[in-house]
Each structure stands twice: as C-alpha cells, then as structure tokens.
C-alpha cells in the first residue's frame, strides 16, 4: 500500500492498532521505529518538522549596516530614502564588499525594511495571516454571476458554489435567481453530495438570503428567520465575513473556485435547453473530479442529510416569515 504523507501512515497504523496488531508487527508491516509507531498512536498529526538554523552567507558582515541604513530612512524624507540599487552602491563603495551580490541585498531588504518598521511601532496595522483548515471542518459558501444561452437567448445566471477548504471538494449548482429559495435548494443539493456536514465553521458573506441586518462593524448579524431554521436543522454553523473587499479576502478559496469553474467549464458559453440540463452536465464534471479529494473530507454524517431534506425544504419554504432579507 502506498501512503502519500506522514499522516496517511499515522492514520494507517492507528487503524491497524485498532485491529488488534501488536507494537512489533505495526513497526514491520510499516518498515518504521518504535517510536514512530508511539507517536502514530497518541496523536494523528504528526509533530510539525523542525526548522534548521539558517545557514552562513557572505551578507552576513554587512546586515547591521544594511540595518543602520534601514533605520536612518525611518526619519528620511520619503523621496530620499534608500533603495536597494543605492544601498548596494554604498556597500561596494564605502564598505569594499566586492564578495556579495545585488540579488542577495535585495531579498535581505525586502523581508527586513518591514520588519525594523514593525521594531520602531510604524509597521501596518492590518496584516494577513496564513489560514489553515483540518479535514471536513470548514467551508465557504459564494453566489458568482455566469451568462447562458438559454433557449436561445443570452441571460445572466448564478453559480452557487460550496467549497470545503481543506481538499478543496467543491460542489456547484446553477440557477435563475440568487434568492433565497436557489441558496437553500444548493446547500441541500451540496450537503447530499457530500454525504455530511462540515464539523467546524462555514463562511458566507452578507447575502440577502442569510443575512436581514449587519450590525455595525462587528461579526454579529441578524439573520432570515428561514435561514435560520435551515441551518439549524442540518447543523450549520455560520461565519459571516467582514462586509466589502476586506471580507473578501476571509473566503478567497470560494471566490477563486468560482472563476476557476467559470474559465474552465463555461467558455464557450453553454448552450441549453433547460437549466435542469445544464446542472445534469455539471454533476457529471463533478463525479470525474473526485479524485482530487484523496482520502477525502471528514464530514460529520447525519442520517437526516438525505432523509429530513424534503421535510425541512417543504418547512422553510411554508414559513411566513417576510423578513428583510429573505425573499418570498
């Protein structure tokens, strides 16, 4: 059997252990240690790698000087400060470092200009960060605008897309409307795909379909009471994104997707009869991209994924409810 990454081997060895494999036959079967095994077992992630020290380079005599220049430029009028050309003039000059190079200079700089402007408290005050997501616990949830020739005429339609962050699995649906009613009918036709629910947080920003009210700058949102409902009958948890381009950047992977889909599958624009059909077409490229899963996502199965679906869509849909928001 060949495992792809340290955390399929984890996995494989917590399952055999679990089976009934003794410490000696886990370690021959696999080709590892004793300790590797004793690992696998008290943890299914495995330690992150150490980093090495950096290594030794011929920049390294000339970095508090180069730091010094950095600094003076802190009270430098902005139009005189250096740039790398001039601070690897004056190192060739003023300092006879003949044995370094431009390239070298300019990737030291490039990192440490911030960092010293972060030191002296006039670093940025925004910053973003590496998102990182575990196996089925997280997604992202967008509507993106697509045009079709539908029975002949050319009219704008919207993709729904539900993205799982992790693998990357995403699920598409596309229909006349980005109301309330195509919102809820895509997270029933996704949830039944996939076959669960994510087990963490899923990110939407502030569509009329979800949301009735944002409440100032804040995450807290009044909700669509049908919305509400929805989601609480699968289990959904909601994350809603900060409102405008600063709210984009939090699901960057749906938004993506979105584009990825609509360069890759739309052009040409389709031709259809019918919406149904085209949907048909999409569930088959979806089938034959499964693949790109791997051992796949970690949902949290629910037998009332397929079972209760009708039931909660036939509730919602009866609900009075005209909050603002919610479409009728």
């Not at 967008?142 to 020739?149: A, E, H, L, P, Q």
């Not at 389709?270 to 919406?275: D, G, H, K, N, R």
């Amino acid at each position: 059997m060949l495992l792809k990454s340290k955390v399929d081997l984890y996995a494989a060895i917590r399952r055999d252990a679990k089976a009934g494999l003794s410490s000696r036959a886990l370690q021959r079967k696999y080709g590892v240690g004793f300790l590797t095994v004793q690992k696998a077992l008290t943890s299914a992630w495995p330690e992150p790698r150490k980093k090495l020290p950096p290594r030794p380079t011929r920049l390294d005599p000339y970095k508090p000087l180069i730091d010094e220049m950095l600094r003076a430029d802190l009270d430098a009028p902005r139009k005189q400060r250096h740039t790398v050309k001039r601070i690897f003039e004056r190192l060739l000059d003023e300092h006879g470092a003949d044995e370094i190079s431009y390239q070298m200079v300019r990737g030291y700089v490039a990192d440490r200009r911030e960092e010293i402007r972060v030191q002296a408290g006039r670093g940025v005050v925004e910053a973003f960060v590496p998102q990182t997501h575990k196996p089925g616990a997280e997604a992202e949830v967008d509507f993106g605008d697509v045009t079709v020739r539908l029975a002949g005429e050319l009219v704008t339609c919207y993709l729904f897309a539900f993205r799982l962050s992790y693998s990357g699995k995403a699920v598409h649906r596309i229909f006349a409307s980005a109301g309330q009613e195509a919102f809820f009918e895509g997270h029933v036709h996704a949830l039944n795909t996939l076959g669960g629910v994510p087990t963490g947080k899923v990110r939407y920003d502030n569509l009329r379909a979800a949301v009735a009210q944002v409440l100032g700058f804040s995450r807290h949102r009044v909700e669509a009471e049908r919305w509400t409902a929805f989601r609480s009958h699968y289990g959904l948890e909601a994350l809603y994104c900060q409102p405008g381009i600063r709210g984009a950047h939090e699901k960057g992977g749906v938004e993506g997707q979105i584009g990825w889909f609509r360069r890759n599958h739309l052009v040409p624009v389709p031709e259809v009869a019918t919406l149904a059909e085209l949907n048909a077409v999409i569930d088959q490229w979806g089938s034959r991209r499964t693949r790109t899963v791997g051992s796949g996502p970690v949902l949290a199965r629910s037998a009332s994924t397929s079972q209760l679906s009708n039931r909660c869509w036939r509730h919602c849909r009866r609900s009075p409810s005209r909050r603002a928001g919610s479409s009728p």
